[in-house]
C-alpha cells in the first residue's frame, strides 16, 4: 500500500521496483491523496496492475493507508512510501521473515540513503519515555517502532486494531501503530536482509520549516495524550519549555554574530515554537 502525494517522478521508481521484485504473490495498491502533479494519470497509464484510489482532498497518512487495507487480500500488508525503492528480494525476504518469527506483529526493513548508507530506522524509545512511570513496562519485545517508510504487518492483526488511528495527520501515526501492536502482545521486528532505498521527506519539500516542525510537535503531543499519563506529559512540557528558554537565549545572543543567520533563525522559530506550546 503506497499513499501518494505530488510525488509523481519518484513513484515511478517505486513502483518499476516493485514489479521487479520476486518470490512472492502481491497486488500493489496506491492512494493519491489528491495530487496536482499528475500522479494519478501516471500510475492509471503506466501501471495497470496497480489498484488506486483517487482521493479529492488530502486526507493523510494513515486515513488513506486505511482506505487501501479494505482492499487488501494477502495475509501481509506492507505500507511503503513512494518515495522508496526496494531490491528484488526485499519482499520475499520479509515474508519469510514474518512467516519464521510469530511473535512479531510489525516489522521495519533495513533503510538506506540513495548512497547505499544506513539510515535509522529503529527507535527503542517513545518521545517523551524518559518521562513515564510505567505506561511502557507491560509493551511486548525491546523494539519501541520502526521508520514508516517500510513497514510489512499481520493482516489480520492491523484488522483486529482497527488499522492507523486517524486522529494523526501525518507523524506520529506509525509509532502510535507500533505501541498498539505492542500492547496486543506482539513484537516489532526488524529485517536486516530486506534492502530499502528511501529518499525522506519527499512530499514535504514545499513546507515552510516553522510549519514543518509545528506539523512534528503537534503530531509528538498527540501521542503523549494518547498514551502517558497527565502526569507524565507536565514532565515533558516542563523541560521542554526549559531547554526552549535557555536555548532561546544563547540562539538570540549569537545571531548578531553568526554567518549563517537564517539556520540560527530557523532554530529560534522552532524553540519559540516550543516554548509556546508547552504553557502548563
Given at each position: 500500500m503506497i499513499v501518494s502525494y505530488n510525488?509523481?517522478?519518484?513513484?515511478v521508481d517505486c513502483l518499476v521496483s516493485l514489479r521487479a521484485a520476486y518470490g512472492v504473490e502481491k497486488e500493489v495498491l496506491v492512494v493519491d491523496?489528491?495530487?496536482?502533479?499528475?500522479?494519478?494519470?501516471?500510475?492509471?497509464?503506466?501501471?495497470p496492475e496497480v489498484?488506486?484510489?483517487?482521493?479529492?482532498?488530502?486526507?493523510?497518512?494513515?486515513?488513506a493507508n486505511n482506505q487501501a487495507f479494505t482492499l487488501c487480500t494477502g495475509r501481509y500488508i506492507i505500507f511503503l512510501n513512494p518515495d522508496t525503492t526496494i531490491k528484488p528480494d526485499t519482499l520475499q525476504n520479509a515474508v519469510d521473515f514474518m512467516d519464521a518469527k510469530q511473535h512479531v506483529g510489525l516489522a521495519g526493513a533495513k533503510i538506506l540513503n540513495p548512497d547505499g548508507t544506513l539510515q535509522e530506522s529503529v527507535s527503542y524509545k517513545y518521545?517523551?519515555?524518559?518521562?513515564?512511570?510505567?505506561?511502557?513496562?507491560?509493551?511486548?519485545?525491546?523494539?519501541?517502532?520502526?521508520?514508516?517508510?517500510?513497514?510489512?504487518?499481520?493482516?489480520?492483526?492491523?484488522?483486529e486494531i482497527g488499522g492507523f488511528d486517524e486522529d494523526f495527520f501525518l507523524y506520529g501515526e506509525d509509532q502510535d501503530l507500533c505501541w498498539r501492536i505492542r500492547q496486543r502482545g506482539f513484537a516489532i521486528g526488524y529485517i536486516e536482509d530486506a534492502g530499502?532505498?528511501?529518499?525522506?521527506g519527499q512530499s514535504e519539500?514545499?513546507?515552510?520549516?516553522?510549519?514543518?516542525?509545528?506539523?512534528?510537535?503537534?503530531?509528538?503531543?498527540?501521542?503523549?495524550?494518547?498514551?502517558?499519563?497527565p502526569e507524565t506529559i507536565a514532565?515533558?512540557?516542563?523541560?521542554?519549555?526549559?531547554?526552549?528558554?535557555?536555548?532561546?537565549?544563547?540562539?538570540?545572543?549569537s545571531l548578531p554574530f553568526s554567518q549563517k543567520k537564517t539556520i540560527v533563525q530557523n532554530k529560534i522559530d522552532r524553540y519559540q515554537l516550543i516554548y509556546n506550546m508547552t504553557k502548563l
Open positions: 510525488t509523481a517522478d519518484l513513484l491523496n489528491c495530487s496536482t502533479d499528475n500522479s494519478v494519470q501516471m500510475v492509471a497509464e503506466r501501471f489498484g488506486l484510489i483517487a482521493n479529492s482532498e488530502n486526507r493523510g497518512f494513515g486515513t518521545p517523551g519515555e524518559k518521562f513515564t512511570s510505567g505506561e511502557t513496562a507491560n509493551l511486548k519485545g525491546n523494539i519501541a517502532c520502526v521508520m514508516g517508510a517500510f513497514m510489512i504487518a499481520r493482516k489480520e492483526l492491523i484488522k530499502v532505498f528511501h529518499w525522506g519539500t514545499g513546507t515552510p520549516l516553522a510549519f514543518l516542525f509545528e506539523k512534528k510537535i503537534k503530531a509528538e503531543y498527540l501521542f503523549y495524550s494518547k498514551h502517558y499519563k514532565r515533558i512540557k516542563k523541560a521542554e519549555r526549559l531547554k526552549a528558554v535557555f536555548r532561546l537565549i544563547t540562539l538570540k545572543i
